[in-house]
């Protein structure tokens, strides 16, 4: 097994899957490196496969896959890379079309504005909307491989051809949320 105590702060975050009953490597072993994650405030998830041997990879691949794309949506913020798209094809008059990534369940929201000014908003990120900001409605991201999606529709009235728009959205569990990466469009 990994000897605890080369976990440090600052680390990538952890996930930590391991067979109760694994005679390679006790479970032990599994429960002590979470205690070091624990101590040196390393994000971390220990999954317990009860009952389950040494390198259970078959019980990994059976329940834990969501699990696992759910922990490097939140953990390594995801959302703030790649967490929305605006889709080719707008124009004035028309519709943009607007994908907002995130995890299933989650509530999300997209909103634009005219201008940008970053302002660092912890947790959350950093929020690059300014000036006047409009949103669209709130919607809840279902399950979608291969990750949950919700699409937007914003229409564009005729006349504002030329207009510059910036993007950003919101998605939360009603806890922790995380402001996804932000979008410039020329209409």
């Known amino acids: 097994g990994l000897d ?6 600052g680390e990538a975050p952890l996930i930590i899957v ?5 005679p390679v490597v006790p479970f032990a ?6 205690a070091q994650a ?3 405030g390393l994000p971390f998830e220990l999954w317990p496969i009860q009952g389950a041997g040494h390198a259970p990879w078959s019980a ?10 759910a922990f490097c949506w939140r953990h390594l913020r995801l959302g703030e890379r790649a967490g929305l798209a605006i889709r080719a094809g707008y124009a004035s008059p028309g519709v943009v079309t607007v994908d907002l990534f995130g995890l299933p369940g989650d509530l999300g929201l997209v909103a634009l504005a005219d201008q940008v000014a970053p302002q660092p908003l912890p947790p959350l990120g950093t929020l ?4 006047t900001i409009v949103s669209l409605p709130f919607v809840v991201l279902a399950a979608s491989p291969p990750l949950p999606v919700a699409t937007l529709l914003a229409p564009v009235p005729p006349g504002l051809g030329g207009l510059t728009v910036h993007w950003q959205g919101l998605t939360t ?7 996804t990466n932000p979008v410039t469009i020329v209409l």
């Open 173 to 179: 569990d009603g806890f922790a949320g995380v402001l």
């Open 60 to 69: 990994y691949f059976q329940g834990y896959h969501e699990r696992f794309v």
């Open 29 to 34: 072993a599994a429960q002590a490196l979470a």
């Open 18 to 22: 391991h067979g109760t009953a694994d």
């Open 128 to 131: 690059h909307l300014a000036g």
């Open 38 to 40: 624990t101590a040196v």
């Open 4 to 9: 605890p105590t080369l976990v440090e702060a």
